[in-house]
């Protein structure tokens, strides 16, 4: 069956400017999160959906950050008044959540976002 | 709060030759401990995990990593490494009790296999 897919895998933006990053979960899975990868660093949780539950926005590292996550598939990761330093890889990963939390994630492919 | 920790920033080995990848952790309540392999321009593939039960996992593409309770460590094995094996692996924890299903990475060992 098909992945977690997401889009566009590359952005390019200039400072200031608003981007939206899209997901799209395996079909079944409840839980999404978003990650993000900068050149040397592991991977910064972001934020954690589940279900119909408030989201876990615990990771996001400013005000300028926001997501949601509609009819508890698709996800949309926007950052306002982008940064240099928000250039990154984004990430979204989806799992089933069960109970536990024990559940590994199975992770897209990503999205290249360069702020000039 | 939870934390996990690669000391290797890089670990080569010849092809042929077992590998490990080294990974502690520190957690409030019991472990749940994975392993993703990221190849250049991917996402992040599943490995394998430890939640409960056997010491020794087994996961896929022949690798292997034993959890130890008392050295809070969670090491990646191989007994013969391949060249396509090159990537760069990542180690996560989550603590059990916590309320959050957040996972938290290391920052990631680059192996690099030489033919």
């Known amino acids: 069956g098909a992945g977690v897919s997401q889009s566009p895998s590359n952005k390019v933006t200039e400072k200031g400017k608003d981007v939206e990053l899209r997901c799209d979960p395996i079909?079944?899975?409840?839980?999404l999160y978003w990650y993000r990868q900068s050149l040397g660093q592991g991977l910064e949780f972001l934020i954690y959906f589940q279900g119909n539950s408030a989201p876990d926005k615990s990771g996001l590292p400013s005000d300028r950050f926001s997501a949601e996550r509609t009819g508890g598939s698709v996800s949309t990761l926007t950052i306002q008044r982008t940064q240099q330093e928000d250039s990154a890889v984004y990430l979204c990963?989806?799992?089933?959540?069960?109970?536990?939390?024990?559940?590994?994630?199975?992770f897209g492919p990503g999205t290249r976002l360069t702020v000039l | 709060a939870q934390s996990v920790a690669q000391p290797e920033d890089q670990v080569n080995v010849a092809e042929g030759n077992p590998l490990t990848v080294k990974c502690t952790y520190s957690v409030s309540g019991n472990p749940y401990l994975f392993w993703y392999v990221q190849y250049p321009n991917r996402g992040l593939q599943f490995l394998l995990k430890y939640i409960t039960g056997d010491n020794l996992v087994k996961g896929s593409y022949g690798f292997e990593a034993e959890f130890n309770k008392s050295q809070t460590s969670f090491h990646l094995k191989k007994p013969s490494a391949l060249v396509s094996d090159s990537a760069l692996y990542f180690c996560a924890v989550r603590d059990s009790g916590a309320g959050s299903y957040q996972l938290t990475f290391g920052k990631g060992t680059k192996l690099s296999v030489i033919p």
């Open positions: 079909s079944g899975h409840t839980a």
């Open positions: 990963a989806s799992s089933f959540a069960g109970t536990s939390g024990s559940n590994e994630q199975f």
